[in-house]
Structures are given as structure tokens and as C-alpha cells.
């Protein structure tokens, strides 16, 4: 695990990962057996329950940003820019991030929801001998 990076770097590098992860599936073909698609799934389904965390860890740096007075408005000048206003602000990004967090919960069920059938699945049996 590489902490050096920002973590707007590492989000950005997992963004990547999942465009080359689309790009990669574009091709049905990819997937040989069930299995393959439920290790896909399983691994999504672990990204979906981890970023409801990095979104609450997003709110609390911009609340600690927000209360040393480390935000500005680019939509105002300073002098007409009052607490309230940047208050106003924190808030819509947080009420964003807890509506976002309640959504990757519910999409988090649907995946598991998916994954049951599918864990029942496998590649067909080979034939036994004599058999075509």
C-alpha cells in the first residue's frame, strides 16, 4: 500500500483501474466460467463497501478545512463572502456525501442480492468418457 500519494491520486488511480476494468469487459468474451464473473462482481462489491468510508473521511476533512477557515467561494469576493455563506456550502456537500453514502449501501445489497445466484453457478462438467 503506497501512502505517499495524495489522496486525490489514489482515487484517481482506482477511477483508472475501473475505466480499465470497463474497457477490458467490453468483450464478453473475457469471461470463461462463472466464476470469473462472480470474482468480478465479489471485487466490486468490496470497492462498493469501502467507499461509503472514504466518502465520510472526505466530509470530515472539509469540515476541519471549514473550521480553521481554510475555504473560500470563487463565486464571491472575499469581503462579501460571510461564514454563513461558506456554512451553506459544507452543508450541501455533506447532506451529498450522506445521500451518496446511503446509495452505495442499497447498490452494496443489490450486489450481494446478485451474487448469490451466482455463487451457485459453475463451468459445465467435462464430458465423462465416451461422452460428446
Same mark, same amino acid.
Given at each position: 500500500m503506497d501512502l505517499d500519494r495524495t489522496p486525490s491520486q489514489i482515487a484517481n488511480a482506482a477511477a483508472d483501474e475501473i475505466r480499465t476494468l470497463n474497457h477490458r469487459t467490453l468483450d464478453p468474451k473475457v469471461f470463461t466460467t462463472p466464476s470469473e464473473v462472480a470474482d468480478t462482481l465479489n471485487a466490486l462489491t468490496r470497492l462498493l463497501q469501502t467507499l461509503p468510508q472514504s466518502l465520510q473521511?472526505?466530509?470530515?476533512? +472539509?469540515?476541519?478545512?471549514?473550521?480553521? /477557515? =481554510?475555504? $473560500?467561494?470563487?463565486?464571491?469576493?472575499?469581503? @462579501?463572502?460571510? *461564514?454563513?455563506?461558506?456554512?451553506?456550502?459544507? +452543508?450541501?456537500?455533506?447532506?451529498?456525501? /450522506? =445521500?451518496? $453514502?446511503?446509495?452505495?449501501?442499497?447498490?452494496? @445489497?443489490?450486489? *450481494?442480492?446478485?451474487?448469490?445466484?451466482?455463487?451457485?453457478?459453475?463451468?459445465?462438467?467435462?464430458?465423462?468418457?465416451?461422452?460428446?
Open positions: 473521511q472526505l466530509e470530515a476533512g +472539509l469540515e476541519l478545512l471549514d473550521e480553521n /477557515q =481554510q475555504i $473560500r467561494l470563487d463565486n464571491k469576493p472575499k469581503a @462579501e463572502t460571510s *461564514r454563513q455563506d461558506i456554512f451553506r456550502q459544507v +452543508l450541501a456537500v455533506r447532506s451529498a456525501l /450522506q =445521500q451518496a $453514502r446511503e446509495r452505495l449501501g442499497q447498490a452494496d @445489497e443489490a450486489m *450481494r442480492e446478485a451474487a448469490r445466484p451466482l455463487s451457485r453457478m459453475g463451468a459445465p462438467w467435462p464430458p465423462a468418457d465416451g461422452e460428446d
